[in-house]
C-alpha cells in the first residue's frame, strides 16, 4: 500500500535521480546533486528513510549518475556538462576498483555527445551475454524519449553502444 510521501534526505541544494543500489551487502545512494559541485555516496542506515554521506567520489557537475559493474570492475555513467555540451546531451564514463574509489574518468570522456541517447534514464543490465543501457531522449525536451543501447564495447580505454530501440 502506498504511504504518504516523506523527504527521506535533505541538503541545501538541489537533489534528485536517487540512484539506489546494493554493493557489498549494504545500501547506497548517488543521489544527482551537481549543484553542490560534486557526486556524493550515501549508506542506508535504516533503508529507506535513514541516510548517511559517506564520501563524494567525483568533483565537478554530474548529472544522473548511474552506478554498475562491468569486466571486473566499477562504473558510473553521468551526464556532464563537457566540450561545451549541456547536460542534455553529454556522456562520461568514470571507473575504479572499490566503491570509495579512487574514480578515474574514462580517456575518451565525454564518449557520447547525442542529445537523443547520453543522458542516463535508470540502471543497466545484462541479458543475453550483452550490457544495455537506457538512455532519456532529450532532442525535442527533456526526458522527451527512451532510447534503449547496447554497449558493444567497455574498457578502462575503449567505449561504444548502439541504440536498439526507442519509444
Not at 500500500?1 to 538541489?14: G, K, Q
Not at 566540450?83 to 578515474?104: F, I, K, R, V
Not at 542529445?115 to 532532442?139: H, N, T
Amino acid at each position: 500500500n502506498a504511504s504518504t510521501p516523506r523527504a527521506v534526505l535533505e541538503t541545501p541544494h538541489h537533489l534528485s535521480y536517487p540512484l539506489v543500489f546494493e554493493h557489498g551487502g549494504e545500501i547506497w545512494m548517488l543521489p544527482e546533486s551537481s549543484a553542490a559541485g560534486g557526486l556524493d555516496l550515501y549508506r542506508a542506515e535504516r533503508f529507506p528513510d535513514s541516510w548517511t554521506k559517506v564520501a563524494r567520489l567525483i568533483e565537478g557537475r554530474i548529472h544522473d549518475a548511474t552506478f554498475f559493474s562491468h569486466g571486473g570492475r566499477l562504473w558510473i555513467a553521468a551526464g556532464n556538462e563537457t566540450l561545451q555540451s549541456s547536460t542534455w546531451d553529454g556522456l562520461s564514463l568514470y571507473s575504479a576498483d572499490a566503491l570509495l574509489g579512487p574514480w578515474e574518468a574514462h580517456p575518451e570522456n565525454p564518449v557520447l555527445i547525442d542529445a537523443r541517447c547520453a543522458r542516463p534514464a535508470g540502471g543497466l543490465w545484462m541479458a543475453g551475454g550483452a550490457l544495455y543501457r537506457p538512455a532519456q531522449d532529450c532532442s525535442e525536451a527533456y526526458g522527451g524519449g527512451l532510447t534503449l543501447r547496447r554497449v558493444t564495447e567497455l574498457t578502462r580505454e575503449r567505449f561504444s553502444e548502439e541504440t536498439v530501440g526507442s519509444m
